[in-house]
């Protein structure tokens, strides 16, 4: 029994390790009865983890244990156990570049089980290489639609995952985008000729591409081709 203890607290050392890039262990005193948590090499109270590791190291920990105390008709490894594993928002407090690997890691971790996860990140989402995505509408009535199951792997941008699972057709903050959008109109509104229209559109561009280099890429490609368009020469 205390061997089958020992090694389920390793296979949760070594898959939380996998998931945040970093050494985890458990260390215990015998100073106190307390357990607290080693990452990278530092010792801290697991109370004082950050919300999405201490969620990752309670979930996976009561499930690993609880796996071990079944008794199971054909005993062996985790791996070659099958069951239904249900994880209701698996993102929730977990950094972007964890978010990318608790799907994977999981995944590998429990090959035989059939997973079904919940979640609003398109970095989960774009992380799935085995099984579907499928999308859950609510209409203003509150009822709730499933669309037909997506299969994986997308093999697509996390931009491009936005916009088509989630909507979002924007990578910038909401006035970065309406002023984005204000200066393509102004782009699409110059006649030939039109002087103060360019000026306007030169001046909208020069304020919005000087926020950022990506920004300013696309103040230029954006100039660009107003002046094929019109045959347009800015000032």
Not at 114 to 126: G, N, R
């Amino acid at each position: 029994m205390e061997q089958a203890a020992a090694e389920s607290v390793a296979r949760i050392e070594r898959t939380i390790s996998e998931i945040i890039k970093a050494p985890f262990a458990f260390r215990s005193s015998l100073k106190d009865v307390n357990v607290r948590a080693s990452v990278n090499g530092v010792v801290t109270e697991i109370d004082l983890l950050p919300e999405g590791l201490k969620s990752i190291v309670s979930w996976l920990g009561d499930l690993l244990m609880n796996l071990d105390g079944i008794e199971w008709v054909n005993p062996g490894p985790i791996g070659s156990r099958e069951f239904l594993l249900l994880l209701d928002e698996v993102d929730v407090h977990l950094h972007p570049e964890w978010q990318r690997q608790i799907l994977p890691v999981v995944q590998r971790t429990f090959p035989k089980a059939q997973i079904i996860a919940t979640t609003h990140s398109p970095f989960v989402v774009a992380s799935l290489r085995d099984g579907a995505v499928i999308e859950l509408k609510v209409d203003d009535q509150g009822i709730a639609t499933a669309s037909r199951p997506v299969e994986a792997p997308f093999y697509k941008s996390y931009s491009q995952t936005l916009a088509s699972l989630f909507g979002v057709e924007t990578d910038f903050d909401l006035e970065t985008e309406q002023e984005l959008r204000r200066f393509q109109e102004a782009g699409r509104a110059i006649g030939p000729g039109d002087v103060e229209g360019w000026k306007r559109f030169e001046d909208l561009g020069r304020v919005l591409g000087g926020r950022s280099d990506e920004l300013a890429a696309i103040v230029r490609f954006e100039i660009n081709q107003a002046r094929r368009r019109g045959g347009l020469t800015g000032s």
